[in-house]
């Protein structure tokens, strides 16, 4: 929802400029929306939207393909719009890069976050994005059917001129309840309100927050930082016990372009090795068709897991 109210103000296509740039493969949600607005709009995805895919052999996309591709259509793009995370390979894309080529070719760049927020540094305002959306269901730990949320840059959220789809609850605190005729929005991020937020899941979203307060977000990052090489250090020492070398992972191994998760590719009997981890109560992900995805997290997950995890990977490729 948050991503079409914010496509509704940052997608404004015109006869010029009327393309989005996005990752190949993104996650359906953003491919549905954005196949959705154009669609509004009178296009088709296949002429409006540009996905820039990996290069040949390779799993995850360049930056410097990502800004060849806005280069080459400066005249025509109208948004760019990417994950911080992409849900499948777990790559961390380069926001401020990203957002430093889009505004030079003229055009808008957001980012769908769920996999980023609670997973890696944001400076989004330092970025200069212009705008995001995110859940809390994920990395915040707020339960499923957890709250969204949404970041607008400064410079447009204080323009209540901007096009917007209008909710009650975006408008003016102050004459909110005069119920007059004519929307006033709030001169911030919450102008794009609709209506009241679910108080229950509110304070889900609110206790897990207070655990991130008290952790400290350094701290957080700090041990994530660590946690994760550890886990790549075994993963690389489960694959060189095996003959076959059975995993590919496929996620960037430089720290700068991941988070918490790792991807890997298995290259023989996937599914059957995910429903034994499964059965050995690791609690993995299944991505068709032969991905499984790892995510230790620092507020839950120890290092003895990780090392835990190592062993009953190992047996089961060994059985």
């Known amino acids: 929802v948050n991503l079409h109210l914010l496509m509704t103000s940052f997608y404004r296509p015109t006869r010029e400029r009327y393309k989005i740039i996005c990752e ?11 196949e959705s607005q154009v669609t509004l709009h009178g296009y088709t995805y296949k002429d409006a939207v540009i996905e820039v895919s990996p290069r040949a052999g390779e799993h995850t996309v360049r930056t410097e393909d990502i800004i060849a591709a806005i280069e080459n ?21 380069d926001m401020q890069r990203i957002t430093q080529a889009a505004h030079k070719a003229g055009a808008y760049a957001g980012f769908d976050l769920a996999h ?27 339960g499923p059917g957890g709250v969204s949320g949404i970041y607008i840059h ?25 119920m007059e005729q004519g929307f006033r929005p709030i001169p911030s991020a919450e102008g794009w309100q609709l209506s009241n937020a679910p108080v229950l899941s509110m304070a889900a979203h609110k206790a897990a927050l207070d655990v991130f307060e008290e952790a400290g977000w350094d701290n957080v990052f700090a041990k994530a930082k660590t ?27 430089n720290e700068a372009e991941h988070g918490c998760q790792v991807s890997l590719l298995m290259l023989r009997d996937g ?3 995910f429903d034994e981890l499964k059965a050995q109560s690791v609690i993995a992900d299944w991505r068709e ?31």
């Not at 540094?121 to 995001?132: C, I, R, S, V």
């Not at 410079?155 to 001129?161: A, G, K, L």
């Not at 995805?293 to 120890?302: D, E, G, K, M, Q």
């Open 24 to 34: 190949a493969k993104a996650f359906p949600s953003d491919q549905y929306a954005m």
């Open 73 to 93: 259509n400066k005249d025509s793009v109208a948004l760019l719009l990417f994950s911080g995370v992409n849900y499948y390979t777990g790559q961390l894309f």
């Open 116 to 142: 980023a927020a609670g997973n890696v540094p944001l400076q989004l305002h330092d970025w200069n994005a212009d705008f995001a959306c995110w859940c809390s269901y994920k990395y915040l730990n707020s």
């Open 154 to 178: 400064e410079r447009h959220s204080s323009d209540t001129s901007l096009v917007r789809l209008a909710g009650w609850w975006g408008h003016d605190k102050d004459t909110r309840f005069l």
């Open 227 to 253: 946690l994760n090489k550890f886990l790549w250090h075994v993963l690389d020492s489960v694959n060189a016990a095996c003959a076959d070398e059975p995993i590919k992972i496929i996620t960037p191994r």
């Open 271 to 273: 599914k059957k090795i």
């Open 289 to 319: 068709p032969n991905v499984i995805r790892i995510a230790p997290v620092p507020l839950y997950n120890s290092f003895e897991d990780v090392y835990r995890f190592g062993e009953i990977m190992l047996q089961t490729l060994k059985k």
